[in-house]
């Protein structure tokens, strides 16, 4: 068994040995997420509340239908006497879930055990884990959640203002020891806002599996938030990085973007591990100002357990021959097929079909009989949005090289300026091509020693006359730092420049500018 399962996965994997079944079971878990519960956080990230902590609020800003720009707010408040809801919190939202569906959405009001609870979450079962249940129903109960243009009513189908708990209450009641098989008496109940939009199909499918397999809450939040924007088929999905931290994460503002990304890896780490996502990187928009953005480009979607949509018996192994009969047609309508229409186009198709079908989607008749009839009809049309594997693969790898190749050309646009401001000094200082040729030998002679730090960056040697070789920068602090290796300098110099009488001294000389100043400080700005 693996060493890193969770708390509870253990016993949950003999458990199954026990019934007979097998732990490949234990990955198909599907379970729901209401869309906009997946949209904000409504959990801190910690396990603890801060002290003197009891509202937080998330913001942005999206384009309308008309153009405009709305701004949309969600705050969170908790109760005097519980809080504000926390990490662990959310897990118990999305096990509820879970129930919720096996129970088909048909009421608010759902029965539950917390050894059953504890058991999807992967907790101890111990009483402290009891404990922990009720006061995540206390805190869901007592919550107040206030969506400023920023609840989507899904049967409205626009964005309203709302004000709603997650939770409208729950009964517990003591259970006995162990898996007990009698119907539960215990049970929550779902706040009526929040059921009505369950019940207007604002819900999206959510692999609990994963979910629950996830090590930190930050991943897990993540991973929420991501499997919500891959919902209609994205292949890639980007978002300014302090925007994803602070509004959509809720992770301290105070962060620096070293930091965001530090705290990022690792659930990127885990998300790709899991096969969720194929890959993250970075870049920096050419226009001034812009944000940094993180891209994600997410791995190939599949049925839980099953081999990634679109490559179900794919033409890498049996062919698109073998694919339309795994969807249940005939041999002979599949050769019929394959004889008389395009392979790209019965590709799409069927690629289509699988994912709907990943999706819950169930026609009328059969797949086989729907797939034909999309593949000969010349009035059914595949949505923009969906792309099949190769032309996700295929975007993807294209849009992440176009942003390799923007960030490559701005770096050397900006290395290009940096070039052209020191050699617009030099020439102001009169430095030649003699003079530099000496500083640029002094300096790596310093790199070799160890001794080369930013301050000799920005320091200029000036053409040497008679016994004074003169450094100058145009940085108070750096002239510092300078003075005190000034002996090595000194040395160095005169083994390059075979001077053995050779005097060395430092200026500090802030009169680089303007113009040349000025220009250095609005690059550093555009950093």
């Not at 007990?180 to 207007?200: E, K």
């Not at 009989?369 to 593949?375: L, P």
């Not at 923007?406 to 617009?424: G, K, P």
Request: proline share 5%.
């Amino acid at each position: 068994m693996d060493a890193r399962a969770r708390p509870g996965e253990t016993e949950r994997m003999v458990e199954l040995e026990e019934e007979g079944l097998d732990h490949g079971q234990l990955e198909v878990r599907i379970g729901r997420d209401e869309m906009n519960l997946a949209e904000f956080p409504f959990t801190l990230l910690s396990h603890r509340v801060p002290g003197g902590v009891n509202t937080i609020k998330f913001t942005d800003t999206i384009s309308g239908k008309d153009g405009k720009s709305i701004i949309r707010e969600w705050t969170i408040t908790g109760s005097e006497a519980y809080g504000l809801p926390v990490a662990g919190d959310e897990e118990l939202y999305v096990a509820l879930m879970e129930v919720t569906e096996e129970y088909a959405f048909r009421h608010p009001k759902v029965p539950i055990t917390r050894y059953d609870l504890l058991q999807r979450m992967g907790w101890p079962r111990d009483g402290h884990s009891y404990r922990r249940i009720q006061d995540a129903l206390n805190r869901l109960m007592s919550v107040s959640i206030v969506a400023n243009n920023s609840f989507w009513d899904n049967e409205a189908k626009r964005y309203v203002d709302e004000g709603f708990h997650i939770l409208e209450g729950y009964r517990l009641y003591d259970e006995k020891p162990g898996r007990d098989r009698t119907p539960p008496d215990s049970y929550v109940v779902w706040n009526p806002i929040l059921f009505q939009s369950f019940r207007a199909g604002n819900i999206k499918q959510l692999d609990t599996n994963i979910y629950f397999s996830l090590g930190t809450p930050l991943a897990r939040r993540l991973f929420r938030y991501l499997d919500k924007k891959r919902y209609d088929g994205k292949a890639t999905y980007r978002m300014g990085l302090s925007k994803l931290a602070f509004e959509k994460l809720g992770m301290s503002r105070n962060y620096y973007p070293s930091q965001i990304k530090r705290e990022l890896q690792r659930a990127h780490d885990e998300l790709i591990e899991k096969n969720f996502l194929r890959d993250v990187t970075y870049y920096r928009p050419r226009r001034r100002g812009a944000e940094e953005l993180v891209v994600y480009t997410f791995a190939p979607r599949g049925r839980p357990g099953q081999r990634p949509v679109g490559e179900l018996a794919g033409p890498e192994d049996e062919g698109l021959y073998a694919r339309l009969v795994a969807l249940g047609l005939t041999e002979s309508v599949a050769r019929q097929l394959i004889a008389n229409y395009a392979e790209h186009h019965i590709n799409r198709w069927a690629s289509y079909c699988e994912y709907k079908l990943s999706q819950g989607w169930l026609p009328h008749e059969s797949p086989a009989a729907w797939t034909v009839a999309a593949i000969r009809s010349k009035d059914w049309e595949i949505p923009e949005w969906f792309k099949t594997t190769d032309e996700t693969e295929r975007e993807a790898a294209e849009f992440v090289e176009q942003a390799s190749a923007e960030a490559e050309a701005q770096r050397e646009a900006e290395h290009q300026q940096y070039r052209q401001i020191r050699a617009a000094i030099e020439t102001e200082l009169g430095i030649g091509e003699g003079t530099k040729d000496i500083w640029e030998r002094a300096r790596e002679m310093l790199q070799e020693r160890g001794q080369m730090s930013p301050a000799l960056l920005s320091t200029y040697l000036l053409p040497i006359r008679g016994k004074t070789a003169t450094l100058v920068t145009p940085v108070p602090f750096f002239c510092q730092y300078i003075q005190r290796i000034l002996p090595l300098i000194g040395d160095i110099l005169r083994e390059v420049t075979a001077k053995i009488e050779l005097n060395v001294e430092v200026a500090c000389q802030e009169n680089l500018g303007p113009p040349y100043q000025g220009r250095l400080d609005l690059t550093e700005d555009e950093d």
